[in-house]
């Protein structure tokens, strides 16, 4: 490729001759759900939206819970912030649990029959009941602000669609999954008098009631817009698309004038 350009699924591209089950991220599912058009260039032709840096800091925070969690679920108790919201459960010890965690190259998964698609994502952690065979699924953000953390912002539905579909995988892998799952958001305090070296958080724990009802249908409507040859619209105010739209003219634009 010119410039040393290396197209991002190059070996993942998908082929609509193929026979072969197409494996994709819960992360494609949403960019399916963002905007179609840039779904279908990257897993066509390899041409993916560009790399967006990593929130080290927010890796910083999951990590940590991880290790916190894991020295629970290590002795078979509820976690302190457990009981202080009266969930009556205890983080899951299962032999299966750092595959389910690997987003990047196992995590979670199920074969989707009717569109020949493995869907897979990597959990953050799940809880078990202690009163019935219920798991919960769970997920850790971070953020920072003086405000109350909700779960009300419009750019968080991609949180609710992202433990939706991790509901729905556990699910058609046999368990038994509560409606409830839980964010455990820890709120890095921006009105302290001073930095000294250290950044305090407050751990808040939001209970989201699930619906993963639209992720099969999502899954067949994505087969259909992977095994199309005609570009699909772009999504509602995909910033991408319409770089590439107004790029495309202006270089279409010059690349006219300078034959002339």
Known sequence: MAFGYKLKWEKGRFNPASKEPYTISRSKVERFTECPRCFWMEARFGIGRPDMPSFTLNNAVDELFKREFDIRRKDGKAHPIMEQYGVDAVPFAHEQLE?????????????????????????????????????????????????????????????????????????????????????????????????????EFEVTLLPYEGDDSWVEPTLIELKKCLMSEDIPAPGKNCDYCLYREYAGKKLMELHRASKK
Request: charge should be neutral.
């Open 99 to 199: 595959e389910w965690r690997d987003a990047l190259k196992r995590g979670i998964k199920y074969h989707h029959p009717e569109t020949n698609i493995i869907l897979r994502g990597g959990i953050d952690d799940i809880w078990k009941s202690t009163t019935s065979d219920e798991v919960y699924i769970v997920d850790y953000k971070a953020t920072a602000g003086k405000d109350t953390v909700t779960l009300d912002d419009e750019w968080k539905n991609s949180y609710k669609r992202q433990i939706e579909v991790y509901q729905w995988l556990f699910r058609k892998n046999g368990f038994t999954v509560s409606p409830t799952a839980y964010f455990v958001y820890a709120n890095g305090k921006n009105d302290r008098e001073a930095f000294d070296g250290k950044l």
